[in-house]
């Protein structure tokens, strides 16, 4: 009996498992809003872009942390954006508003590594959006740290 009802457990998970797989890569980030190209990335499309690695301190690590990803600048320049606003969206819902401007002043990154390992959601990933804080010290602020989004899913341009 109990070998049966393993057995229809295995069939049914995988059942499962084949029907969420399509062969798409999965989308991690959306970049939508005023755009001339709205953009889905995945995991492997965000890896395609230049990456940019960073050391830096925050105030949600004990030590400093090395942080990988895409210059936010590059992503959004995927999508030719028309806006003056970023709005941040993470899994939770968290929502924060970004002036497109930092994009191009600083390097701000789409980190998908922490410590040259990708994030998982647990980790504050896949995505985390980080500033380089330890290179400009006028970033050591909480208006700047609150910009950090993290668990990172949609950007809205406004």
């Known amino acids: 009996m109990l070998r049966h009802l393993l057995l229809v ?6 059942g499962l498992a084949h029907a969420a797989d399509t062969g798409k890569p999965k989308v991690i980030l959306n970049v939508v809003g005023k755009v001339t190209t709205p953009q889905a990335f995945s995991l492997a499309e965000l890896d395609k872009l230049p990456q ?3 050391t830096v301190s925050t105030p949600w690590y004990p030590e400093p942390q090395t942080f990988e990803g895409p ?3 590059d ?5 030719k954006l028309k806006g003056d606003t970023l709005k941040l969206q993470a899994l939770n819902d968290y929502t924060i508003d970004v002036p497109a401007a930092d994009s191009q002043q ?4 789409v980190a998908s ?4 390992k990708t994030m998982s ?4 990933g896949p995505l985390f959006i980080m500033y380089p804080f330890d290179q400009h010290e006028k970033l050591r602020k909480t208006e700047y740290y609150r910009r950090c989004a993290w ?3 949609q950007i809205i341009v406004e």
């Open 121 to 124: 959601i647990r980790e504050k």
């Open 113 to 116: 590594r922490l410590n040259g």
């Open 106 to 109: 600083y390097d701000v990154i």
């Open 9 to 14: 457990l295995f069939v049914m998970l995988t």
């Open 52 to 54: 940019k690695k960073m």
């Open 71 to 73: 210059l936010l600048r």
């Open 75 to 79: 992503v959004l320049q995927l999508a």
């Open 151 to 153: 668990q990172l899913k």
